[in-house]
């Protein structure tokens, strides 16, 4: 039987005498912006983490006397233990309450935090990055339901722009926070910035934050162990991929060979079960089910652009760390401002799918500009495609959302976010992969074609082939020539992934179609939001 878990009575405010029936809170709190302020800083703070370390790492492996490869693990640990986690976030607060498990999760990512920075030796960071991994993994999901639930209908795609806006900025705030804490601190304050506004997060919701009803329900302990060894395998396969040559390596094989078998056995136990781990009622909603699709897609395409443009900024054009995030902060400056502008049009009753479909459209027109590049791009030119990127992704973000749980019933919100977030994260992580894969093997082939038509005419030089009896003068000829090279092909290579990612992205639009028309303006009179079936109207 369903009971109230503990401060869902104390934080619950009376509805607001304007407030219509049909658009009140499912939770109402006494002060929802002060909320919505903890809600998101916990949530910044878990998005920041899987990218602020990547730059602090040469640091770290130097202080901890570790190797390129072993290093590596402080990123695999918290993704893999991340990915395993968040499946059960729905089964979890059906059992010890939301509010409780964010409570507790939150103290859980401080604290882990701490014992990041506090680490002595490798050992150490990777067990504490796992535990951060972990308790973060909880976060994403929570904090998405919780500000759909503390907030009327009318608010509601306002404060999915803001939840956005954290998950678009995150990644790319975190390298430039990142770099300047490694500089002019240490790289345990990548960790330590963590705990101050932990803190204030974690005030702000025990003060304020409500909860659900307890609901007991059985743990599918076969299902669980089936999801999380394929994930596990999964990630390891796309994290040390590109370190073990692939499917050159017999360690590859076998986390390939793990990843799909446990795949298909969890599926075929999903279907038969009689408890299973997901609520299946989920796999029924076909808008549910195509934004899971979308967020898979977003999660390369936003992921895989953020992985790609600081190392070529840096590497090829000489930026700075904090250069590199000036350049990409229209980017998050873009997403702002489509997701504020999707939020009023959802109100005004427009359909989303339009929105999706145009946020795709323009999202490809950025990709398409950036796949015309040159080492010779001005700054200007990064701005508008990074500022026009973040338009696109903006109006595809909201209206995603607010389709997956406009025909959702409440009490599926926590287990579906928990979905979306595993959804997107798969995504990124398999569009960095694939990335990050072709890059290297483009880079190579690039390189070969171009050195091969290096000829004495085209350099007005003598004869290459015999460059060397000049010995340093002509050892430094062919290591300039060589570098130049390098550099055109390096640009070649990442225009080969810009184009992948742009018919990626126009590949998504007929997604679109799939989807309901859902009415998703705030109710009136107790009335709830209808999807209607179609494709969408002429």
């Known amino acids: ?200 997060s974690l005030f702000l919701m025990i003060t304020l934050l409500p909860s659900r009803p307890v609901a007991r329900r059985k743990f599918d302990l076969t299902g669980f162990a089936l999801l999380g060894t394929a994930l596990t395998a999964l990630q390891l396969l796309l994290d040390r991929g590109s370190r073990i040559d692939w499917f050159a390596s017999g360690e590859a094989w076998i986390y390939a060979v793990l990843a799909a078998s446990t795949t298909w056995m969890a599926t075929i136990h999903f279907f038969t079960a009689r408890e299973p781990l997901f609520n299946r009622r989920l796999f029924a909603d076909p808008n549910y089910v195509v934004a899971m699709a979308i967020s898979i897609q977003l999660g390369v395409v936003m992921f895989a652009t953020i992985a790609l443009l600081p190392p070529m900024l840096q590497q090829l054009f000489g930026y700075s760390v904090i250069d590199t995030g000036m350049v990409l902060m229209p980017r998050g400056v873009g997403t702002l401002v489509s997701m504020q502008l999707s939020g009023i049009l959802i109100r005004k009753g427009v359909d989303a799918r339009y929105m999706l479909a145009m946020g795709f459209s323009i999202a490809a027109l950025s990709l398409w500009d950036m796949a015309g590049w040159s080492l010779a791009v001005d700054r200007p030119h990064i701005i508008w495609a990074s500022l026009i990127q973040g338009l696109g992704m903006g109006l595809v973000f909201i209206p995603m959302n607010s389709m997956a749980f406009a025909t959702l019933p409440p009490e599926l919100r926590t287990e579906g976010s928990s979905l979306l977030n595993l959804a997107r994260s798969i995504g990124a992580s398999v569009g960095i992969a694939v990335v990050t894969a072709l890059l290297a093997s483009n880079l190579q082939v690039s390189h070969a074609d171009l050195a091969a038509n290096v000829t004495s005419s085209m350099i007005n030089a003598v004869d290459v082939s015999t460059i060397d009896r000049f010995q340093m003068v002509g050892t430094t000829v062919l290591s300039t020539i060589d570098g130049i090279i390098n550099q055109q092909a390096a640009m070649i290579a990442y225009i080969n992934d810009f184009w992948l990612m742009m018919w990626l992205t126009i590949g998504s639009i007929p997604l679109v179609l799939l989807m309901k028309k859902a009415d998703l303006r705030p109710p009136a009179h107790g009335a709830t939001a209808k999807t209607e079936a179609g494709d969408l109207p002429h």
């Open 1 to 200: 039987m369903a009971t109230a878990a503990p401060g869902a009575r104390a934080s619950a405010a009376p509805l607001p005498a304007e407030a219509s029936a049909g658009d009140t809170a499912l939770l109402p709190v006494a002060n929802p912006v002060l909320l919505a302020v903890g809600i998101m800083t916990a949530s910044l703070l878990q998005v920041l983490d899987s990218t602020i370390a990547n730059v602090a790492i040469p640091h770290m492996r130097s202080s901890l006397g570790a190797t390129s490869d072993e290093i590596s693990w402080v990123l695999t640990s918290y993704i893999v233990a991340s990915a395993v986690a968040m499946p059960i976030t729905g089964w979890l607060a059906d059992r010890i309450g939301s509010r409780r498990l964010f409570i507790l999760s939150t103290a859980g990512f401080i604290l882990s935090s701490m014992l990041c920075g506090m680490a002595q030796n490798l050992t150490q960071i990777v067990l504490f990055r796992a535990l951060q991994g972990i308790t973060g993994a909880f976060i994403m999901p929570l904090s998405q339901a919780a500000m759909i639930d503390t907030n009327r209908p009318s608010r509601q795609p306002q404060m999915m722009a803001i939840w956005g806006m954290g998950i678009m900025i995150g990644p790319i705030l975190g390298p430039i926070l990142g770099g300047w804490l490694t500089e002019n601190w240490s790289w345990r304050a990548v960790f330590y910035v963590n705990v101050p506004l932990g803190a204030l």
